[in-house]
């Protein structure tokens, strides 16, 4: 009697090619040239950016809005570990907008330097320029991963979605930053009316990041089968878990200076104290000597009296 294997076959193929998400512990080297990614607001989300790469594999990346590069280097730094192909591309004039006021100059220099230092084996482009202005540098329909972060008045965050959308593949995904509804910014109103719109989803902590997926529900059903809204909680709770950990060592740091600042004071009063003696010692030396003694009675040294 002859058995199909078909029905093996076809579950061995789902098994191969059923994508597993993790929740990942990465090493973001750029920390070392600009300690201040662990602390500031968007490193809450690093480790979700990282681990959503590593499951999608993204063929291109594109960021409106880097800065100093908190968020896209670690992107990047998911391509780098996974040895991922994908093309990164980071837009911004980095000169400013009305929202950040002036960038300072370092912004773009420690970019630079971790850019070309880190990850100079990866396929990255910098596109120094408005927005608006590099929409002619990428084809429609080839962005998988598309992050907007620019502006966050409501108006710039409608046109930057409105005008990059047409540049998102089939089931490509968009991420908003500062959209937390504790945030007084007009992208947490636009995020509420697109979100209503196609399927999302998002994190409240370090200022909120959106998850939307307005040209197809591919992606958000693998990670609903990975069980995406139970791993956020995970993420909200390793954020903190981070920050509590920078506050320690923070207060950690600030003993020691402190325990550090009391040992010198405590030296340097030692140190006048021996010197006090020393001298008290050389004074009654003077005024036990012969000519001491004179000086003493001819009031000369009036000044050793009142000491």
């Known amino acids: 009697m002859a058995f199909s294997t078909t029905p093996f076959a076809a579950w061995k193929y789902s098994q191969l090619t059923k994508k597993e998400w993790k929740i990942s512990n990465p090493q973001f080297e750029g920390d070392r040239f600009c300690p201040m990614y662990r602390s500031w607001p968007w490193n809450g989300h690093r480790r979700f950016a990282y ?4 499951f999608k594999k993204p063929k291109r990346i594109v960021e409106l809005g880097t800065y100093w590069g908190t968020s896209f280097f670690a992107f990047c730094q ?30 773009f220099e420690i970019f630079s330097r971790i850019k070309n230092q880190l990850f100079s084996d990866i396929n990255i482009h910098v596109l120094k320029m408005r927005f608006e202005e590099a929409l002619s540098d990428i084809d ?16 710039a965050v409608k046109k930057d979605f409105e005008s990059w ?9 968009v991420f908003f930053h500062d959209i937390a509804d504790d945030v007084d910014y007009g992208s947490v109103r636009f995020w509420k009316e697109i979100s209503s719109k196609f399927p999302s989803f998002s994190f409240q902590h370090s200022w909120g990041l959106g ?7 591919k992606w958000l059903k ?8 139970d791993k956020i ?19 950690d740091n600030l003993s020691r200076k402190r ?4 040992k010198t004071q405590e030296k340097e009063i030692e140190s006048l104290e021996i010197r006090l003696k020393d001298l008290e010692i050389e004074l009654n030396r003077i005024r036990n000597s012969r000519r001491g003694k004179l000086a003493m009675r001819l009031g000369l040294i009036k000044l050793l009296r009142e000491v």
């Open 51 to 54: 681990d959503l790469v590593r």
């Open 222 to 229: 693998q990670m609903e089968q990975n069980n995406i809204y």
């Open 78 to 107: 998911a391509v780098k570990d996974f040895k991922l192909t994908t093309e990164s591309i980071a837009i911004d004039t980095w000169d400013g907008d009305d929202h950040t006021g002036k960038y300072d100059p370092e912004a």
């Open 165 to 173: 959308l047409p540049k998102l593949m089939e089931n490509g995904i």
């Open 140 to 155: 429609d329909c080839s962005i998988d991963l598309l992050h907007i972060d620019g502006c966050h008045e409501y108006d």
């Open 211 to 217: 998850v939307l997926l307005p040209k197809g529900q």
């Open 233 to 251: 909680k995970i993420y909200e709770y390793l954020s903190e878990l981070d920050l509590t950990n920078i506050k320690l060592r923070n207060i």
């Open 259 to 262: 325990d550090s600042l009391i």
